[in-house]
């Protein structure tokens, strides 16, 4: 007799191979599976969130199975103030399943105005400028009669100007009052000459009144300081004006010989010119002069006398 069956024992050794490559089958997926997951399976590609508001941008994220942050905020010349400038990590980047992504919210174009900077010194308007994130520029000087020496009196751009950081900023500073060459009013009218005075922001004053023989009434035997000097605003001008030749009372002469009368009046610095009554009597007293007695003549004045 001779068995037609498989031999004792060999069904169970196969079962036993298919178990085995079962479980290495099962081992290899649960290692792809599981190199998958940590090397792929448990990210996220961070979503594009550039230039949604910050609402939209986290409720996209948070669709994403990601958690938003919002961080700091940051100038933009391209992206409007209140929407989303950049993302950490960026779009398209990795990031674990809630993972946390970074907003930063942009607050538009960085821009400032100009400060005020009219009737600061120089130096305040220089730490002004740098203050808000402005240069300084060309710094020219001007003449003012109403802003201080040193300090500033226009700017350009004007104050309030809206512009770009860095932006120059010329300013103009003053030199203080412009200078004035003093003017030569020697010899004329004192009223012209303080009206000049005013009007060059000078203060013309008369200090002093004299007779002269030499110059009119009303005009300026003299100035202090000198004609051609040079004066700044305010600067004062001292003048002496003339009264005009000094007035002398003429003294009565009548009926004085021409010899008394002549000296009377010589001594007080009069001339005397003489000159001869109608139906003259050849007596040599005075019978008339010219300025008469009491009258008020210059010294040096001529005075003449007609004798009988």
Known sequence: YRPTGPPPGGRPRRRRGLLVMVLAVLLVVGL??????????????TPSVLGLTGAAAKHE?????????????????????????????????????????????SLGKERYDVPKLAGKSEDQARAALADTHLAVGTVDGAWSDTVPKGDVVSTSPKAGT?????????????KG?????????VGKDSDDALAWFDAKG???????????DDVAD????????????????GD??????????????????????VDAATATLEALGFKVVTDKAT????????????????????????ITLTLI
């Open 177 to 185: 009052p412009a200078p004035v060459k003093l003017k030569d009013w």
């Open 61 to 105: 994220l948070e669709d994403a199975g990601l958690t938003p942050e919002v961080g700091d905020k940051a100038y933009s010349e391209t992206v409007p103030a209140g929407r989303v400038v950049a993302t950490d990590p960026e779009p398209g980047a990795k990031v674990a399943d809630g993972g946390t992504v970074t907003l930063t919210i």
């Open 32 to 45: 792809g599976v599981g190199a998958w997951w940590f090397l792929d399976g448990r990210y996220t590609s």
């Open 279 to 302: 139906g003259y009597l050849g007596l040599g007293f005075v019978y008339s002069q010219s300025p008469g007695g009491g009258d008020m003549a210059p010294k040096g004045a001529t």
């Open 236 to 257: 004062e001008v001292h003048l002496v004006v003339s009264q005009g030749p000094e007035l002398i009372e003429v003294p009565s002469v009548r009926a004085q010989g």
């Open 218 to 233: 009303g005009d300026v035997i003299s100035m202090d300081p000198p004609a051609g000097t040079t004066l700044h605003r």
């Open 162 to 174: 809206t512009v770009r950081p860095d932006t120059a900023v010329d300013l103009v500073v003053s």
């Open 202 to 212: 000078l203060d013309g004053k008369v200090v002093d009144e004299q007779y002269s």
